[in-house]
């Protein structure tokens, strides 16, 4: 990174999207090729649209790194090197990745170029990071199952760069580690082709303890609400974070802009006034236009404080539920 101050890293699913997140005030976006990415379902970009964001990013002094955050089978790792080869020569800050021998592979043909370790690759602590570092990693993105403290504890004890979701969907399962699409219908989360079953109605039936389990009606048991960090960007960024990612590469221009502007207004308060006490202070108008962009019955704030509980569910309705007008 450019200098010391924390990051705010954008989600691009396309080119109205990519605008939104750089004139909205994104220090850094993330966009996937045509391949390889984790959501394939996105416009995503070519090789031609994505030289024009990079060249159109660098001139606004904003970073541009490429998702390639899938696994790669051995018949496909000429054309995803070849994808790597294109973004390197169109002056890509970054290759975010899941695959430990793409990884490699990168690391050894393209030294100089910045290797991020996708929040896929389900990296949760101290062990797993020191081994990115001996590899070569410059970046991981810490599973979104970490309580503040032990962000804190891995960031002052790697030299790596700590990034961190801040803002948008949450997994059920540990990040990339849900086979559960794969299994029901074919379409590998790890492949970028998630069908998102954990937002399906479900029953709960079974035994505990021997004893059946009275069965319950039907209900969105596995579906998370979005997380919303906002009102801990300060203890995140104290906490040693550089970089801070906004989810949502399948989410409209709309809710990009939105997210990205309102999390830039209050990054920049902190950065510009450390230690004020009206930091912590959000404007109730920025929390409405954050939950009408997009929520899930509320948000929470994930696993920061450590498990909540069913205060993380959205067990009535898994999709957008606007906000309440009366």
């Known amino acids: 990174m450019g200098d010391s101050r ?4 954008a989600p691009c699913g396309d080119w109205d999207a990519f605008l939104a997140a750089v004139e909205n005030g994104a220090d850094a976006v ?3 090729g045509k391949l390889f990415n984790a959501r394939q379902y996105a416009s995503n970009f070519d090789g031609d649209k994505l030289e024009e964001a990079i060249n159109y990013a660098h001139i606004r002094d904003v970073r541009a790194y490429l998702t390639l955050n899938t696994l790669v089978s051995d018949s496909e790792m000429k054309a995803a090197l070849d994808l790597v080869e294109e973004a390197y020569l169109a002056g890509i800050d970054g290759i975010i990745v899941q695959d430990i021998g793409m990884a490699s592979l990168v690391k050894k043909l393209f030294p100089d170029l910045s290797l991020h370790a996708s929040t896929q690759m389900a ?3 101290l062990e797993g990071v020191k081994m990115l570092e001996r590899l070569g990693f410059d970046r991981v993105v810490l599973a979104r199952e970490l309580t503040l403290e032990e962000i804190k504890n891995i960031a002052q004890n790697t030299s790596l760069e700590i990034e ?3 803002h948008g969907a949450l997994c059920i399962s540990y990040s990339g ?4 699409s794969s ?3 074919g379409r590998s989360g790890n492949r970028g082709r998630c069908a998102q079953p954990c937002r399906l109605p479900y029953q709960l039936t079974g035994y ?3 004893k059946a389990l009275k069965e319950s009606s039907k209900a969105y048991l596995l579906s998370p609400k979005d997380i919303c960090l906002i009102e801990a960007l300060e203890d995140i960024v104290k906490a040693g974070v550089r970089s801070l990612k906004i989810e949502g590469r399948m989410k409209s221009p709309e809710y990009v802009a939105t997210v990205v502007r309102i999390y830039r207004k209050y990054l920049d308060r902190i950065l510009d006034n450390p230690g004020n006490n009206d930091n912590a202070k959000i404007e109730q108008k920025d929390l409405k236009d954050l939950a009408q962009a997009f929520n899930r019955g509320g948000f929470s704030r994930g696993y920061l404080k450590g498990k909540a509980g069913k205060d993380m569910m959205s067990f009535e309705k898994p999709k957008n539920w606007g906000v309440y007008l009366g």
């Open 6 to 9: 924390p990051e705010l890293l």
């Open 208 to 210: 505990d303890r021997g």
């Open 183 to 185: 299994m029901l219908g």
């Open 177 to 180: 580690q849900c086979l559960i």
């Open 30 to 32: 993330y966009m996937g």
């Open 123 to 125: 990296i949760h602590n």
């Open 164 to 166: 961190v979701f801040v």
